[in-house]
């Protein structure tokens, strides 16, 4: 059975930083990309980032290049988001998420090609 427990989330004041990590289990973690996504109030479900660790590619949304940063520790099988410089805007449920594929397939921020998810932890960042 697959697992993903995201820990880390919080409140912040705007400018700040946070480190998500996922730990995840039931699955050969450096055999599938894996990513996070985060849904605001009112608001979808979006794409954030996304990893390969086979392929060594990560990939960010717009809206957080430059401020956000993912990684992983294989031997632990966790997946680490660092943000940095947050933003109001960027309160959210933060869902980490492991692909069908072991490439950061065109979609993947599409969420369609997530096998499983996370329970999400919550981002909330002041003004």
């Known amino acids: 059975e697959v697992q993903l427990v995201e820990s880390g989330g919080g409140l912040v004041q705007a400018g700040g930083s946070l480190r998500l990590s996922c730990a995840a289990s039931?699955?050969?973690?450096?055999?599938?990309?894996i990513g996070w996504f985060r849904q605001a109030p009112g608001k979808e479900r979006e794409g954030v980032s996304c990893?390969?660790?086979?392929?060594?590619?990560?990939y960010y949304a717009d809206s957080v290049k430059g401020r956000f940063s993912i990684s992983s520790d294989n031997a632990k099988n966790t997946v680490f988001l660092q943000m940095s410089s947050l933003k109001p805007e960027d309160t959210a449920v933060y869902y980490c998420a492991v692909f069908w594929y072991y490439y950061c397939a065109g979609n993947a921020f599409s969420g369609k090609n997530v096998r499983d998810w996370g329970q999400g932890t919550q981002v909330t960042v002041s003004s």
């Open positions: 039931g699955f050969t973690f450096d055999a599938y990309a």
């Open positions: 990893f390969s660790s086979s392929e060594g590619d990560a």
